[in-house]
Nanobody, 127 residues
Framework: VQLQAFGGGLVQAGGSLRLSCAAS??????????MAWFRQGPGKEREFVGF????????LYADSVKGRFTISRDNAKNAVYLQMNSLKPEDTAVYYC???????????????????WGHGTQVTVSS
């Protein structure tokens, strides 16, 4: 599956942004893929943000974003979203969507286990 993330930008602390990730499945349907968002801040390693199950019925978040970020997906539109509220300067990063049809649940937070990545979108939160 080809992925493309967009929707980043510059926002003040406390503000909101909604990122989108458009998928172009090849061979498999989009609902076959477990999807996740990761981010990479300046000088930092790529870190897990959140995950959503194939059906959209289950999601999981990093502690740093829990209660502020929400992941959703629309399998009919081949898209996954990341709603980010109450943004903080430490949320500044390049955000990536990732997907994999075969990843096991115990690995969903490990970016090395995802085989499909979109180009990142920059999110900058000013204080």
């Amino acid at each position: 599956v080809q992925l493309q993330a967009f929707g980043g930008g510059l926002v003040q602390a406390g503000g909101s942004l909604r990122l989108s990730c458009a998928a172009s499945p090849s061979g498999r349907t989009f609902r076959s893929y477990r999807m996740a968002w990761f981010r990479q801040g300046p000088g930092k390693e790529r870190e897990f943000v959140g995950f959503i199950e194939r059906s959209g019925g289950n999601s999981l978040y990093a502690d740093s974003v829990k209660g502020r970020f929400t992941i959703s997906r629309d399998n009919a539109k081949n898209a996954v979203y990341l709603q980010m509220n109450s943004l903080k300067p430490e949320d500044t990063a390049v955000y990536y969507c990732a997907g994999d049809a075969s990843i096991i649940y115990s690995s969903i937070g490990d970016y090395t286990k995802y085989s499909n990545w979109g180009h990142g979108t920059q999110v900058t939160v000013s204080s």
